[in-house]
């Protein structure tokens, strides 16, 4: 069976990955999206179920005021004595000047879907954190470090190593610096591993756009010096502009869990034909990884030894799985007769509070309370998705009653707030509802013409998109859509445009109620549907 990169497909980068009892476990970054840390499991690397994620009260996440892109950093997800152990950042601010705020944290759970302690405060060096568990049972924390006063690469000025007492819930002994990476620079997302005598550090270099990279190194003591691959990079896309898989980099390594293979999941972007814009953001891929003279290396179908992703890695069974087919989501047509769609969808920065959305106060409905602007960085009433696919239709039926031109709702599709589309329902104190497209980018804030809704009727809207190109239409039978202006500009919606971020393109719901908070929207369902070609 072929297997085809990538294996989360949208929004999943800096994956970190654990083999426990019988499953492989993905983490991935959720940046200022609210829970934090996105988890998948799987028994047979051909399929990934979604669980819960773990910080999803405020006490374990608290992002209110996080920028965009700040918030949850490179998680990384480890198991020992008979706990899953996972170690997170809460970036508070990473672009206001040389410095960067990171605290790290650490929170336990017996099992995957927890309960998760409450966190413990490790540092706040740097970001990037993660765990250790060696042979002789002790543990050992490691982050990149963050040195202000330097320039560019400078500023990334190395690895940290420090042991942590369980018992006592804190770092003890001496923090000491082990690894400076390779001539590739800016190096930071290390995991450290241990095989047949040997220490080995994966670190991510290069940044995270078409340069990035893991390094590989390996020393027979934990505190280096480590001898760097001979191939270096481990995995990379630079220099490869051919393939369709870019921006390899910053991963893990675990078995799988039948023992018999070796994996590494890495991130990589795949852009928008005849662009450079990776509109789904940073993807999780994997390849396998075999061993020569103690070094890891990737394997290619074709069984040749190469340092750039694989199209696809081969495993038993017959068949194949197109990219992200393998991530197994619980419909294609979200109900609201329970939460159980808060699997795929996310807030920002704050928790589902049910002051706020509510599937009770109608039943079969989801109920959402307008929040702040769609600039806000601390409440608004949105819920989204994740963008999976480059070909996609997504719909919603909608009940609204504004009674001010500050009460306003829809659909939303966006990058951060920055960078978003917003199809509105809203009030004209002259033509009554009308409905209408806001465009927020960096170059300004546009309002298309309106149109007149009739208020006695549900809304129904749709984006489609097509690659690069989409439209907003709206009915009001569910039958007969019109379309709506302007042409969207989808490529937009990336890491690429506006200025440097780490996310992806979401889709969803969204009210806002400028007056006093109270004012509401009603929706019935929402569908988000694969089409066309998604390689």
């Known amino acids: 069976m072929k297997i085809y990169n990538p294996i989360l497909s949208g929004f999943h980068a800096d994956p970190s990955i654990v083999c426990a009892n019988g499953e492989c476990y993905i983490a991935n970054s959720t940046f200022e999206w609210f829970p934090g840390v996105e988890l998948h499991r799987s028994k047979d690397m051909k399929t990934w179920t979604p669980v819960p994620s773990p910080l999803s009260t405020k006490t374990l996440l608290d992002m209110a005021g996080n920028k965009a892109s700040c918030g949850i950093w490179a998680p990384c997800l480890t198991y020992s004595d008979g706990l899953f152990w996972l170690i997170y950042t809460n970036v508070r601010s990473w672009n206001s000047g040389p410095w960067k705020d990171t605290p790290n944290f650490l929170t336990t759970a017996p099992s995957i879907e927890g309960p998760w302690s409450d966190p413990v405060f490790m540092n706040a060096s740097g970001f990037d954190a993660s765990m250790f568990h060696d042979d002789d049972g002790k543990h050992w924390y490691v982050n990149m470090e963050w040195d202000y006063r330097g320039i560019g690469p400078r500023q990334f000025s190395g690895i940290l190593l420090q042991e942590y007492d369980p018992k006592q819930k804190k770092l003890v002994g001496e923090s000491r610096k082990i690894f400076l990476g390779s001539d590739i620079g800016l190096v930071e997302g290390p995991h450290l591993y241990k095989r047949n005598g040997w220490y080995y550090i994966f670190a991510a270099e290069g940044g995270t756009c078409y340069e990035h990279a893991i390094t590989c190194g390996r020393s027979k003591s934990i505190f280096g010096p480590y001898e760097i691959h001979p191939n270096n990079p481990l995995i990379s896309s630079y220099g490869h502009d051919e393939i369709r898989l870019q921006r390899a980099g910053h991963g893990a390594w675990c078995k799988s869990p039948d023992g018999k293979k070796d994996y590494l999941v890495y991130l990589c972007g795949r852009p928008l034909p005849g662009t ?135 659909m939303i599709y966006r990058y951060d707030e920055e960078t978003q589309y917003l199809c509105a329902v809203t009030l004209n104190e002259q033509r009554g509802l009308v409905i209408q497209v806001m465009t927020i980018m960096p170059e300004g804030f546009v309002r298309e013409l309106e149109m007149v809704v009739d208020e006695t009727k ?19 039978d569910g039958e007969n859509f019109r379309q709506l202006r302007p042409l969207l500009d989808a490529s937009k919606l990336s890491d690429e445009y506006g200025g440097q971020g780490f996310t992806g393109a979401f889709v969803g719901m969204y009210v806002a109620d400028m007056v006093n908070y109270t004012n509401y929207a009603d929706f019935e369902y929402f569908t988000y549907k694969r089409a066309g070609n998604n390689m």
């Open 458 to 476: 549900p809304v129904w809207i749709k984006l489609k998109v097509n690659g690069k190109k989409g439209f907003f239409y709206w009915s009001q």
């Open 276 to 410: 450079e814009r990776c509109v789904l953001g940073r993807e999780t891929g994997i390849a396998e990884i075999e061993w020569k003279d103690d070094w890891p290396w990737v394997k290619q179908p074709d069984g040749s030894l190469q340092n750039f992703p694989p199209d696809y890695i081969e495993v038993e069974g017959d068949g194949e799985i197109m990219p992200g087919h393998g991530a197994i989501h619980p419909a294609e047509k979200y109900t609201f007769n329970n939460n159980d769609f808060l699997l795929d969808f996310k807030t920002l920065r704050v928790p589902v509070d049910p002051k706020r959305f509510s599937t009770t106060d109608r039943p079969g409905w989801l109920r959402i309370y307008g929040g702040q602007s769609p600039v806000s960085t601390f409440e608004q009433g949105i819920l989204c998705r994740r963008q999976t696919d480059f070909e996609f239709e997504a719909e919603t039926k909608m009940e609204f009653k504004p009674k001010n031109f500050q009460h306003f709702a829809g």
